[in-house]
């Protein structure tokens, strides 16, 4: 079993930063895939990016302006967001997976933090 908590989000103006951690605890965190999702109201949740331990991977409306990064010592995950736009609003959650594998929809993730709201002012 893994429980993950999200925290770092906020209210931010449009081309401000914010970075969100994700604390794992229960099964070995090295083993675990883990990944970001959000969702807007009225939309589906979708794909924002994930980290192996041997890769990354970044949807196409963040590329460039994300970076995910994961300390496995202190098991945790980082989402280092800048360059924040209004359409980056949202809820988000991270995800977890066994294995090295980073996939993009969210019914591969087995284990879901809370979320945290991420609001960004134009």
């Known amino acids: 079993q893994v429980q993950l908590v999200e925290s770092g989000g906020g209210l931010v103006q449009t081309g401000g930063s914010l970075r969100l951690s994700c604390a794992a605890t229960?099964?070995?965190?090295?083993?675990?895939?883990v990944a970001w999702f959000r969702q807007a109201p009225g939309k589906e949740r979708e794909f924002v990016a994930g980290?192996?331990?041997?890769?990354?991977d970044y949807a196409v409306a963040v590329k460039g302006r994300f970076t995910v990064s994961r300390d496995n010592a202190m098991n945790t995950v980082y989402l280092q967001m800048n360059s924040l736009k209004p359409e980056d609003t949202a809820v988000y959650y991270c995800?977890?997976?066994?294995?090295?594998?980073?996939?993009?929809?969210?019914?591969?993730?087995?284990?879901w933090g809370q979320g945290t709201q991420v609001t960004v002012s134009s």
């Open positions: 980290g192996s331990v041997v890769s990354g």
């Open positions: 229960g099964r070995a965190f090295s083993s675990l895939t």
């Open positions: 995800a977890a997976r066994g294995g090295a594998l980073i996939k993009s929809g969210p019914s591969e993730y087995t284990y």
